[in-house]
């Protein structure tokens, strides 16, 4: 809006032609402009040629053009081409160039990749890497939250629903390498934190190949029952009904007699319980877990 000669308003319009630019990149949400980074963008997400964004993204990489992105993003198509091996090897050669803010992200692409490719033991290295930048204070670059995405839609994830998430995350890592009571641990603790009906299922498959069929079953009841969060969701309750019926041929099957030799997994259980039952007022900026965990990280075989 501007004045006219004779102190008259004039409106001012935005050219057709602009508008109709701005509103395109809206849609494919796509940056402006037409860089390296830029191209690889449109190649990816409006002309569907991966293999041609992966070479702009290269460029980009190279070229310093928006670093960050591009290797995340690169990292990311490659994925989808089935080229997970390279995308590690990517990450892991350029990470240097990144942002102290990026190294989080690309450390989450990273694990997303080794679970791609059954790197199991790298994965769950990756994932007590993570715990351990909680412990120090270095996760979400010191904030109490993070803005994440899902689905198109923002939302806020505070440390304590991270540190459930990761530790669900090596609860499933142990699963898959059959160390059961070390995924117990942490689905267990995972629980303490944030627990949910998804996490639930998974430590009551893993107490039913643990052969501790009547605890399994409790946990399965009180998912049906709508005790946990996401306990009303199809999903969830289609799993438990399953993992249900799983267990009808051993339901009155005792439960084994547990070991008198007790394992580094259960021995690190022991004592977070007795640090728990202390019931000390906690004044560290640290989660309490992380607290427990310091003061029996010798004992921590998982």
Not at 9 to 20: A, V, Y
Not at 120 to 148: C, D, H, S, V, W
Not at 161 to 189: C, D, F, H
């Amino acid at each position: 809006m501007m004045m006219g000669k004779f102190g008259t308003m004039k409106m001012s319009f935005p050219r057709k032609q602009e508008t109709e630019h701005d509103l395109y990149h809206v849609i494919h949400k796509l940056p402006i402009g037409d860089s390296p980074y830029v191209r690889a963008k449109h190649l990816q997400l409006v002309e569907k040629d991966p293999e041609g964004a992966i070479m702009l993204f290269w460029k980009a990489i190279n070229c310093g053009d928006r670093v960050d992105s591009a290797l995340k993003d690169m990292a990311l198509v490659m994925k989808q081409q089935d080229r997970a091996e390279e995308a590690i090897e990517a990450i892991k050669s350029f990470r240097g160039l990144c942002s102290k803010q990026a190294q989080e992200s690309l450390d989450n692409v990273l694990i997303d990749l080794y679970k791609k490719c059954g790197k199991l033991e790298e994965q769950i290295e990756m994932l007590k890497q993570k715990l351990r930048m909680i412990y120090q204070g270095e996760a979400f670059n010191g904030k109490p939250t993070k803005t994440a995405r899902s689905h198109g839609r923002k939302f806020q994830v505070t440390i304590k629903q991270e540190t459930s998430r990761i530790l669900g995350n090596l609860g499933w890592a142990y699963m898959q390498q059959k160390n059961y009571p070390a995924a117990e641990v942490v689905y267990r603790k995972a629980q303490e934190i944030d627990p949910d009906a998804n996490k639930a299922c998974n430590l009551s498959q893993c107490l039913t190949k643990q052969e501790r069929y009547p605890e399994a079953k409790h946990i399965l009841d009180e998912i049906l029952q709508g005790k946990l969060i996401g306990s009303d969701e199809p999903k969830s309750i289609n799993r438990a009904k399953e993992l249900l019926k799983e267990l009808e041929p051993w339901q009155f099957v005792p439960s084994p007699l547990l070991s008198s030799e007790i394992s580094l997994e259960d021995a690190f259980l022991e004592g977070l319980d007795q640090l728990i039952s202390r019931r000390t007022q906690f004044r560290s900026r640290r989660l309490p877990i992380f607290e427990e965990i310091s003061a029996n990280r010798d004992q921590l075989a998982c």
